[in-house]
């Protein structure tokens, strides 16, 4: 009689112990590999917005978005900042849907864009006088201060280079 081709414990032992060194080696580079992706999708979301907000500013006579009809006397409005970048304006930035006639600069954006490590997409806007936080707290999707143009990512944490993503 012949004896059939199987694999003996210590075979099967062996095959597992090396799948889970394999992992332990690849799992970690595929999860920074990730990191990396966001932290890619992170700047490149910032450079979009940024380029939003200097174009913006260009078109309606040195006025950033979030004000009101342009009026730079009361703090800037989250709701009136995202309309005008996805929405189309006039000169003193009201806003109304693409093709309304007298409306012809922007949308500058298609919609805004999602913080790619915290999934949110809204805007925290500080007062005139306001400064920004010491750190990111995670609350919203992005900082922004109308009365300097400055725009950053509120998300804690640092790159892979120790690099905060708050200073991007």
Avoid: C
Avoid at 22 to 36: E, K, T, Y
Avoid at 86 to 112: F, K, W
Avoid at 129 to 139: L, T
Avoid at 141 to 146: H, L, V
């Amino acid at each position: 009689m012949k004896k059939a081709g199987a694999f003996t414990l210590v075979e099967v032992l062996i095959v597992v112990t090396l799948l889970g060194v394999l992992a332990g080696i690849v799992i970690p580079s595929i999860s920074s590999g990730s990191a990396s992706a966001q932290s890619s999708a992170l700047a490149q979301d910032l450079k979009l917005l940024r380029r939003f907000v200097l174009i913006y500013k260009i078109q309606h006579l040195e006025v950033g978005p979030g004000y009101l009809n342009g009026s730079t006397s009361a703090d800037p409005v989250e709701e009136v900042f995202i309309n005008q970048a996805i929405m189309a304006s006039n000169a003193s930035g009201q806003t109304d849907v693409a093709g309304t006639s007298g409306y012809n600069r922007g949308p500058y954006l298609e919609r805004m864009p999602v913080n790619p490590f915290n999934g949110k997409s809204t805007v925290q806007m500080l007062g005139n006088s306001e400064n920004f936080p010491a750190d990111a707290d995670d609350s919203h999707g992005w900082i922004y201060k109308a009365a300097t143009s400055e725009l950053r990512a509120d998300n804690a944490g640092t790159n892979i280079n120790g690099k905060r993503y708050y200073d991007y």
